[in-house]
């Protein structure tokens, strides 16, 4: 008896749900990102939702929030029918979203920002959101500054502004989609704070990651989708990394990658003393020396902010150097163009990859012969062989697997991790000498991400060198032969991951120890 | 040059420096939503014709003020649905809305070719008072101007204060920086834009009315010449604030009396024309940096359709 009525508890009723999608179907061109959908989240959890990129995880979300309309389904929401049309629908449902891409105006303040969606007053909307974000501070430790522009934040403050926004309504569901792919490890953690608070509360949170440890770390539920259908849905504490892995992408992942041992050869790139400006127009980049051989990767370590992305500009052409030298192969590359550059055999895998990465309205053929569309075979006089090209596309679409409709798709309806393969098949296929990856596996599942590391390390045995530069820790010290540190703009030690403690790199990405000359690995 | 000239080129140039700011400030709300509406030549020039005929038969110059207003509104609102709803190409659709407004106001005056507005009809000049008038140099520049003049820098400085100190002005600037956002809390994108677009097309009519119920109290074929571009160039000299508008409106307008002015002493006139677009250039060109741009460049989605969802 007793039993019984534990079992009833732990199995709310339908009207004690807060959110339930029945059967919902989504369809785009080319696509069905969504097949027969079943979700649904409780008052007091939070429900981890897994999947492979590509899967649906968003698409599924923007349902439930009012940006797209299901070709199928129904949505019940405290147990009641409803029809969600726009995010104002959603909103008066007390349903908040964090969106994978941030919902921000650059140009406008971070109260203006708030004020934007609800402001009572009329005419003094500012006064108003700058006492209640006080309030919030107190609450949840929320902190930002109302008057700060949002450009000046970096990505960790823009997301504490864009959960700012979905609670400040009094949103009691809240949608977090891949809120931890921009932070720092403190900021993780701080988010998760706030987010058992809420949890305490009996808000319910729908967390969208491809980080597994954080599942075990706030989710009570996972739900995982491959290919827009639901596979299942588990209990946090009743199921392992390895499964959720293997249900996300239908087979066994590899956490711990093969390094084979290579043997190292001449240096590829030297960096002497180099020093660059960053966008305001301050010194980034001071006095950085070092060599990646063939054979090597050099992992670049470090809190975001402290030079690595200036750094890669300087390598690649991108950005000038104020002093210092660059060599490809002996050759002084400093200040020379990207496309010199890129001739001399460098391949980039950039940050900002729809930013920087592709041009997303071109279709992926075109993004694909995007450093060789001057150049035979491809030029026929003034015009394009449109045929070669498309054949072109087509292998490489078919060896990097490449999930796209066609060679004709524009590159920016791909989902984030095939367009990551797109860049890695275009920079790759060449066999260059030099590989500047910056944040390769940034957003990626663990499948795609397993992807480009293997690719990575393929390149290493050919005899490519790698320079990586990564926010993960965990992945530069996986890959990486030896690892440089950098702060504020300098680096500050240069270890070998199996000698050096996990302790010692924090304290010098920290800037709290720095190791002489003699004492770095060469 | 004695002083009386350059007193009666402030005077003149604050008279035309009016439809000016009136056409340029709804201009900036059409674009400060998102919307480019290259179409305000046309619809100021509809404006002229049906406040003229207005007057003319009514005798009433509120009245073609009023009616003016109505025929901007309606004529921004064939602008509307072409780039809100049927998300059509903005400057395609502006041109074809000012040379639609130039050949059918062209037809439509031309029974009232040479018709000059009896004196009841029309704005005159009318002295504040006679104090004030008498002030040396400005005292006719400021104070003895038609009521629309006055009202142009009430609409401006209170347009001002909405986008800048209320929420609806959050709201606006913000559908015309990231529509996505706007949408994403709950804001109709397309009714802001509609109604900035709506308020552009009746202030550009009101300038229009301006033109030929106090300005030139006459219809004379494109009587605008080409204010309606002016007002657009303002709209980026004034770096899309109301407020600078006022003193960009003054300056061209002071550019354009000079110009007449000096053409007596023998400069060229079309050189002076080009004025107020050196003035634009320059200034975009100083706002061209990272930083400048990052704090006052143009709306970054205008001209951009929105539709909620798309990749
Ligand atoms: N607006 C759109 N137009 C066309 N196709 C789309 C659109 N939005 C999503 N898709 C497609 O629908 C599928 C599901 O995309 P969705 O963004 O939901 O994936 P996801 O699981 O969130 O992936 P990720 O982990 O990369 O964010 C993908 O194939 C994607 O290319
Ligand atoms: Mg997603």
Redesign the pocket.
């Known amino acids: 008896m007793a039993s019984e009525a534990t079992a009833v508890a732990s199995e709310p009723r339908e009207t004690d749900l807060l959110v339930k999608m029945v059967s919902i179907v989504k369809r785009?061109?080319?696509?069905l990102?969504?097949d027969h959908v079943n979700f649904e989240l409780r008052p007091g959890e939070v429900h981890a939702l897994l999947?492979?990129?590509?899967?649906?995880?968003?698409?599924?979300m923007?349902i439930l929030y009012g940006i797209?309309y299901p070709d199928g389904g129904e949505i019940y929401v405290r147990g009641r029918r409803v029809e969600i049309r726009s995010p104002r629908d959603a909103m008066s449902l007390g349903i908040g979203m964090v969106h994978?891409h941030f919902m921000l105006v650059d140009r406008h303040t971070v109260a203006e920002n708030i004020a934007l969606g609800y402001a009572e007053s009329l005419l003094n909307p500012l006064k108003e959101i700058k006492e209640r974000l006080r309030e919030f501070a107190e609450k949840y430790g929320l902190k930002v500054d109302p008057d700060a522009y949002i450009w000046q934040l970096s990505a960790g403050e823009q997301q504490r502004v864009e959960i700012i926004k979905a609670l400040y309504h009094g949103a009691d569901i809240l949608i977090l989609?891949?809120p931890t792919s921009v932070l720092t490890p403190q900021e993780t953690r701080e988010l998760f704070k706030i987010i058992k608070r809420m949890r305490d509360e009996g808000k319910g949170i729908i967390f969208?990651t491809?980080k597994l440890d954080e599942v075990f770390e706030v989710a009570d539920r996972v739900t995982v989708?491959r290919r827009?259908k639901v596979v299942g849905t588990l209990k946090a504490s009743e199921t392992t990394k390895e499964e959720l892995a293997r249900m996300m992408v239908g087979r066994e992942v590899l956490f711990r990658l093969e390094k084979e041992r290579v043997s190292r050869g001449k240096p590829v790139l030297e960096v002497e003393n180099l020093h660059a400006l960053n966008d305001r127009g301050l010194p980034a980049v001071r006095g950085v020396s070092f060599r990646v051989h063939e054979g090597e990767i050099f992992g670049i370590a470090g809190v975001a902010g402290n030079g690595q992305r200036e750094l890669a500009e300087v390598v690649v052409g991108l950005r000038k150097a104020t002093a210092g030298r660059v060599l490809i192969d002996g050759v002084d590359v400093t200040n020379k163009s990207p496309r010199f550059i890129a001739s001399r055999g460098v391949a980039h895998i950039p940050e900002e990859r729809l930013r920087h990465g592709i041009v997303p309205n071109l279709s992926v053929a075109e993004n694909l012969i995007l450093k060789d569309y001057y150049k035979e075979p491809y030029r026929r006089g003034l015009l394009l062989d449109h045929s070669k090209v498309i054949e072109d596309a087509e292998r490489l679409i078919n060896k990097f697997d490449i999930?796209t409709p066609s060679p004709l798709t524009p590159a920016k309806?791909?989902?984030?991790?095939?367009i990551q393969r797109l860049i890695c098949a275009r920079e790759l296929h060449k066999e260059p000498r030099l590989i500047v990856a910056a944040h390769p596996t940034y957003?990626?599942?663990v499948g795609a991400t397993e992807y480009i590391r293997r690719i990575l390390l393929e390149q290493r045995k050919r005899g490519a060198a790698v320079l990586l530069i990564s926010e993960d820790l965990e992945e530069v010290l996986q890959l990486s032969d030896r690892v440089g540190v950098m702060f504020n703009g300098e680096i500050v030690g240069i270890v070998r991951p199996e000698e050096a403690s996990i302790e010692e790199i924090g304290l010098m990405m920290a800037g709290a120890r720095r190791l002489a000359r003699e004492e770095m690995a060469s | 040059m004695d002083l009386s000239v350059v007193e009666n080129i402030l005077w003149v140039g604050f008279r035309s420096a009016t439809p000016l700011l009136l056409a340029s400030l709804g201009e900036i709300y059409a674009e400060r939503s998102g919307i480019l509406n290259l179409g305000v030549e046309g619809m100021m020039i509809m404006g002229a014709v049906s406040a003229f005929i207005t007057a003319l038969t009514t005798g009433n110059p509120w009245l073609g003020v009023a009616v003016a207003t109505a025929v901007g509104l309606l004529m921004s609102l064939i602008h509307g649905v072409i780039s809100i709803h049927l998300r059509g190409n903005q400057v395609v659709s502006g041109l074809a809305l000012t040379m639609f407004g130039l050949g059918l106001s062209s037809v439509i005056g031309r029974k009232y070719v040479g018709y000059q507005l009896p004196v009841k009809a029309r704005f005159l000049p009318k002295p504040l008072s006679e104090g004030l008038v008498k002030l040396p140099l400005v005292g006719k520049a400021l104070f003895d101007q038609e009521p629309l003049f006055y009202l142009s820098i009430v609409i401006a400085v209170v347009l001002w204060f909405v986008l800048y100190r209320t929420k609806v002005g959050i709201v606006i600037r913000s559908t015309g920086e990231n529509p996505a956002a706007a949408d994403a809390l709950g804001i109709n994108v397309y009714l802001v834009r509609y109604a900035c677009t709506a308020l552009g097309g009746a202030l550009a009519g009101m300038a229009g009315a301006y033109l030929s119920v106090a300005y030139s109290p006459a219809w004379i074929e494109n009587m605008t010449a080409g204010r309606g571009w002016i007002a657009l160039a303002l709209t980026i000299f004034a770096l899309w604030n109301p407020l600078r508008a006022i003193f960009g409106a003054y300056l061209f307008g002071v550019v354009e009396a000079g110009g007449y002015t000096l053409q007596a002493y023998g400069y060229s006139q079309w050189l002076l024309n080009g004025v107020p677009y050196l003035l634009t250039v320059i200034v975009l060109t100083a706002g061209a940096t990272e930083t400048m741009r990052r704090r006052m460049g143009a709306p970054a989605a205008l001209g951009v359709p929105y539709v909620r969802?798309?990749?």
């Open positions: 785009f061109p080319g696509v990102a969504n999947g492979e990129n590509g899967a649906g995880k968003t698409t599924l923007n797209y994978q989609d891949e969208i491809h989708m827009g999930v309806l791909l989902s984030g991790g095939n957003g990626l599942d | 969802g798309e990749k």
